[in-house]
């Protein structure tokens, strides 16, 4: 679980002010700090690890009786990851199947990234519909008063983000470029991570809120048969 939870720091966690995840010797003081606090509580095992979102809320007055502010902030994101873990948990279940073939495999982190994203936007107020079927050049539609967000979802089993786009996909992400979202669900198959890509007009760039930018490369292809 303390992997789980410096992955989710490292790439997800927004850190006050800066706006940005935490560097990974940042994250492991974080881990230091909930070993502390389990230490003090005489907690056993993974200890607040074990906790549920609303016990670990429950806990958090008595933390602050017993803990300086730095081990606060550390509890408080905790009990952020936590409510994010059992998000994915709940993502993970609706999605579970046995051990596949590879093909199985993609569709199912493809319908978990679908299904992250989906909650991620609702949680937000949006009202989401599923374009996955209309060839639009984007997956799904998200809504909220007069926004209108075009959503291109990429679900991806491992940590690094590295995708491709469809000749249709990469058109369509230029043509509306001001309303286009793209998505990409990390880590899809243990504990799901989204990130989110819009373009920034001014810099004519690719950017999440970390200000991590995609670097990208056309790729020309062609379709070759037998000449009659």
């Known amino acids: 679980m303390t992997e789980k939870f410096i992955y989710w720091l490292e790439n997800e966690y927004d850190y006050g002010k800066y706006s940005k995840p935490l560097k990974k010797s940042s994250a492991k003081s974080y881990v230091s700090g909930i ?130 786009f469809s000749p249709n996909e990469f058109s369509k992400s230029k043509e509306y470029s001001e309303s286009f979202v793209i998505t990409v669900v990390t880590n899809c198959l243990e504990f799901p991570i989204l990130h989110n890509f819009r373009f920034n007009q001014t810099e004519s760039v690719w950017k999440d809120r970390f200000n991590n930018q995609i670097e990208i490369k056309e790729i020309i292809g062609a379709r070759m048969q037998i000449k009659k």
């Open 35 to 164: 070993n502390s606090i389990n230490k003090h509580l005489s907690l056993v095992g993974n200890g607040v690890y074990d906790k549920s979102t609303n016990e670990l809320i429950l806990l958090r007055d008595e933390i602050g009786s017993i803990e300086n502010k730095d081990r606060k902030s550390h509890f408080e994101a905790l009990i952020k990851f936590r409510e994010r873990y059992e998000k994915n948990e709940k993502v993970l279940s609706n999605n579970s199947i046995s051990r596949q073939q590879d093909v199985l495999k993609k569709q199912k982190v493809e319908q978990i990234a679908v299904n992250t994203t989906i909650e991620y936007y609702r949680d937000l107020g949006y009202n989401v519909s599923s374009k996955e079927t209309d060839n639009l050049g984007w997956d799904l539609e998200a809504m909220k008063e007069e926004q209108l967000l075009r959503i291109e979802v990429k679900g991806l089993s491992g940590k690094n983000i590295d995708f491709e």
